[in-house]
């Protein structure tokens, strides 16, 4: 009989406060005293924060499949439209649309190879631009939610995008006085990216029609302010540029380099941030600060240009233009003055602007250590700075902290109850609800290495790096007692034992001690009360050979076992210290082991990626098996089994049967090393901490998992990630070309590269899946009209012959063979249409516009039918028009689509005619216009006729 196991999923992620992506600040929904609202990517979720209260507002994740094992990729790019909408990148190419308000997923795109480093809406919130780190600049079209064009002509990751706006002059009066007004939609695109290049693209051309290098090496930055018509670019070091756009030159350069400004940061300023009130400007630098340059006024540049020219003029020098101590009002360095230089604990990683007033203005940055702060920066009506520093004054507001770890989490242990989970990490120890996810408890510590709950759950153990063992007291969270250099070395490991009274640790210093917790009496100091304190004694000392690197209690408590760092693994009996066994043949030193729960087995995880089952009656190694792709930080038996569980430096969290040393299950989904690991004692769930500083929780479900369906699907896992990478998205077809079938005569077959503009999608498993079952119905569809019109024929010569019998999906929906296929057509997501129509081979498109002509006589979705047929056309133009089989289907379907075509633009020009009629109704008794009774009496004179003869009579 086949064995079957349980399934473990991933329950939920915390932990995490901000991950690699930027943050957008958003206005809190109420007129309350909150701080705002932020977004931010958290690995693979959205979350939203409240800034006051520093608590979890949302959290969106649309999952993959359960039944799949590959993780979700991390979120690398936001973007918000308004507070409506949300735009989300991620690290494998894809773009993900929410609706802020529900937290529901609008809308998905495919098309980029690689990470997703810039969103951008347009003004209108009709067009997303993404770029990315494959060098690519994607429009997208989210009305009809597909992909309009792909801009390629930088050479390296896009770092900054932005829409801008024309204008035209008009003739306003009757004097021909120009005026200029601006266009309705944003035309241009200017972008810059790590090739040190920035751009301006013609968004109706679809053509680059400027490009400048902006910086010697990479180009990190840009920001653009459309009131002053002025980008800032960053480079590698304190420079930064100014450029001036003008859309409207027509003989020179739209774009013009207007000066430099040194920061005071030698750092790059990765990013740059105008504000809204179009008077200041925040640059973030690499490192730990945030620099923040006022926009004069020009008024305060003619006051200061005047007073510097008088300056000089009094120390006797040349101040004429042209020569060396001239100072004009078009330099930026008068018109952009440093303001302020926050200074942040850990190095920034990204900005926002938040809410301003007539005092103050605050910034909110997230740093690279998990944590999001809020700063306000004072600003004085008359914008006089501070006089101590030439600077403002700036404040930290809120904080987002407590909420996760500021590093790597590097150990984790469950209470008996497993209703808790204890976290360390370099220093900090939280304790954590396992149901709500809430941090309870945080205390300081050391650079934590291990840690452990002791029995009862009220105090939990910790060794750190230092030496120390620190013993913490959950209920009063306050440290009972720290044993300092309790080992001369760093504490790599310690365990309780199953008695509740033995605790053993190893350190660096070859040895491993044991400890005994005892009830002691103190004196308060300065009276004679005395008060009841929980100490840790020293009782007994193992000494070794070598730096002991792990440390095991059997659950008899009759073995002890020692990892050492010669690549061995000693055995002793616990009550006399004896030796007992020793265990060699892994290469390098075993990091982690545990003891099965019957004592009988014994598992080591090593740094040479190996695992190694040994029985503890001869010390015989059961097997060996290579389990991970990098050094297996933590092994753990399944309680009353010996199945068990490994974690690596490789992401991978694995689930093994420890008797037929198989592979169960991998569970996929940390976007870092793996550090610690740590079993329910219900073994319900497990719990795993990793460098990407979450805390994941997987749990047994009720799922039954075979372990040959499971090779199967990893196969076929396997399989499709191989195809996905033999995708060339530069040579997937020839709407990317523009050419049609016939490539042989164009240059750009073999010169795709050299195109600025390309097809917006890509070939995904997703597109071909959908491809394949277009196919399939066009198959059944045509067999189905094959054996109707067979059907017909036959009915002709004998009227009383039977109904044949029809393709069984068919007959069980009880649908015509056109209908079906439409059914599947509008089944495929708009965003995908075009790829999966590319995966037709010539034959079935032969079929599918003989059902084109169909649903063009039913009029069946107009809009759908035209986007397919015009995308078909496109593909296989050359074939069709040499195709003489096709010209009565063609002819046909002329006409039925030009019929239903009118008749669609009637009913949408009906439908806005109405629109506009209740536009104006509304307005007429909601809207009222207070007009100067003399202007409107001389303008009705003006306009009323008048008589020739004013004194002729009738």
């Not at 940055?365 to 006089?387: D, F, H, M, R």
């Not at 809120?398 to 989970?421: K, N």
């Amino acid at each position: 009989m086949v064995k079957s196991y349980l399934r473990f999923e991933q329950e939920s992620s915390f932990g995490v406060v901000s991950s690699k992506s930027n943050l957008v600040w958003l206005p809190p929904k109420s007129n309350t005293s909150s701080g705002g609202r932020v977004i931010v990517g958290g690995l693979e979720d959205v979350l939203t924060w409240d800034l006051k209260t520093a608590t979890l507002l949302s959290r969106w994740n649309e999952g993959s499949d359960n039944n799949s094992s590959h993780s979700i990729s991390e979120v690398t790019s936001v973007a918000e439209y308004q507070g409506q909408m949300v735009a989300t990148g991620y690290a494998n190419g894809v773009i993900k649309v929410w609706d802020s308000l529900s937290g529901s997923l609008v809308v998905s795109f495919n098309g980029h190879k690689s990470e997703v480093t810039v969103l951008k809406f347009d003004a209108t919130g009709t067009r997303l631009a993404s770029g990315s780190r494959d060098s690519n600049i994607i429009l997208w079209d989210l009305v009809g939610e597909v992909g309009l064009y792909r801009l390629r002509s930088h050479r390296d990751q896009i770092v900054a995008l932005d829409f801008l706006r024309g204008s035209s002059k008009i003739q306003t009066g009757e004097n021909g006085e120009e005026e200029e007004e601006l266009d309705e939609e944003e035309n241009w695109l200017l972008s810059t990216g790590k090739d040190g290049l920035i751009k301006l693209w013609d968004l109706e051309a679809q053509h680059c029609i400027e490009t400048h290098v902006a910086h010697r090496g990479e180009a990190w930055g840009m920001g653009f302010n459309s009131t002053h018509n002025i980008a800032i670019t960053s480079g590698s070091g304190q420079e930064l540029k100014f450029w001036s756009i003008n859309l409207n030159e027509t003989d020179g350069q739209r774009v013009k380099d207007i000066g430099v400004i040194n920061k005071q940061s030698p750092a790059r300023g990765h990013s740059i941030l105008f504000n809204k009130d179009n008077k200041h400007v925040a640059i973030a630098n690499a490192d730990k600060t945030v620099e923040v340059f006022r926009i004069r006024s020009a008024e305060e540049i003619k006051k200061s240009v005047a007073r510097k020219l008088k300056r000089r003029k009094e120390k006797g020098l040349n101040v004429e233009p042209g020569s060396e101590y001239a100072i004009s009002e078009d330099d930026v360095t008068e018109k952009f003055i440093l303001y302020t230089n926050i200074r942040l604990p850990a190095k920034v990683k990204s900005i926002d602007w938040t809410s301003s007033t007539a005092t103050h203005i605050g910034l909110v940055v997230s740093t690279i250590n998990n944590s999001i702060e809020t700063y306000t920066i004072s600003a004085p009506l008359n914008g006089k700075t501070s006089k101590s520093n030439g600077l403002a004054d700036y404040t930290r507001q809120y904080a987002i902290e407590l909420p996760g770890h500021r590093t790597d989490i590097r150990a984790l242990s469950i209470s008996s109850d497993d209703r808790m989970v204890a976290s360390a990490s370099n220093g900090s120890l939280k304790v954590w609800n396992i149901r709500n996810r809430n941090c309870i408890r945080t205390f300081e510590c050391g650079y934590a290495l291990c840690a452990s709950f002791l029995p009862g759950d009220a105090l939990i153990l910790v060794g750190t790096k230092e030496g120390h063992l620190s013993l913490y007291d959950v209920a009063s969270s306050s440290l009972i007692e720290t044993v300092e250099d309790a080992h001369p070395g760093s504490v790599w490991s310690l365990d309780v034992g199953s008695d509740g009274k033995t605790i053993v640790t190893c350190g660096s210093d070859k040895t491993v001690k044991f400890w005994e917790i005892k009830v002691a009496e103190e004196r308060v100091p300065g009276t004679s009360q005395k008060t009841i304190k929980m100490k840790l004694k020293h009782a007994r000392t193992l000494e070794l050979g070598d730096e002991v690197m792990s440390v095991k209690l059997s659950p008899d408590m009759k073995l002890i076992a020692a990892s050492l760092l010669d690549h061995t693994v000693k055995v002793f009996f616990t009550d006399t210290l004896k030796f007992f066994l020793s265990l060699y043949g892994h290469k390098m030193p075993v990091l982690t082991m545990d003891i099965s729960y019957d004592s009988k087995l014994l598992v080591t995880g090593s740094a040479d990626k190996n695992i190694k089952i040994w029985g503890l009656d001869f010390g015989d190694c059961h097997r060996s098996i290579f389990a991970h792709q990098d050094p297996i930080t933590g092994v753990a038996f399944e309680p009353e089994t010996h199945n068990l569980f490994s974690v690596g430096r490789d992401k991978m969290v694995k689930y093994w049967d420890g008797d037929k040393f198989e592979n169960i299950q991998k569970l996929e989904g940390h976007q870092s090393d793996v550090w610690s690991l740590a079993v329910a004692h219900s073994g319900d769930f497990i719990v795993t901490g990793s460098h990407d500083k979450s805390i994941r929780v997987w749990v047994r479900t009720d799922e039954p998992l075979f372990l040959e369906e499971e090779r199967e699907k990893e196969l076929e896992e396997l399989y499709e990630s191989n195809l996905t990478k033999s995708f060339d998205d530069d040579n997937l077809g020839p709407l990317q070309r523009g050419q049609g079938d016939d490539l042989e005569d164009s240059e750009m077959a073999n010169h795709d590269d050299e195109t600025h503009v390309a097809r917006a999608g890509k070939q995904t498993i997703e597109t071909l899946k959908a491809g394949e079952r277009l196919m399939e119905a066009l198959d059944i569809g045509k067999a189905d009209l094959e054996l109707q019109a067979e059907y017909q024929e036959t009915l002709k010569k004998n009227p009383k012959a039977a109904m044949p019998t029809r393709n069984v999906i068919l007959a069980a929906l009880n649908v015509s063979a056109e209908k079906y296929v439409m059914d599947v057509m509008a089944r495929i997501k708009a965003a995908q249409l075009e790829d999966a129509l590319l995966v037709l081979p010539f034959d079935k498109v032969i079929t599918l516009f003989v059902f084109i002509d169909k649903w063009a006589h039913h009029r069946w979705n107009i809009p759908l039918v035209s986007r397919v047929l015009s995308v078909a056309l496109k593909i296989h133009h050359k074939q069709i028009v040499a195709n003489q089989i096709m010209r009565p289907t063609l002819e046909s379907l002329r006409g039925a689509l030009r019929a239903g075509l009118e008749l669609h633009k009637n009913q949408i020009g009906y439908n806005i005619a109405g629109l506009k009629f209740l536009k104006q109704n509304w307005e007429l008794h909601h809207k009222k216009e207070f007009i100067d009774e003399k202007q409107q009496r001389e303008e009705e004179d003006r306009l009323t006729k008048k008589r020739t003869f004013t004194t002729a009579a009738v």
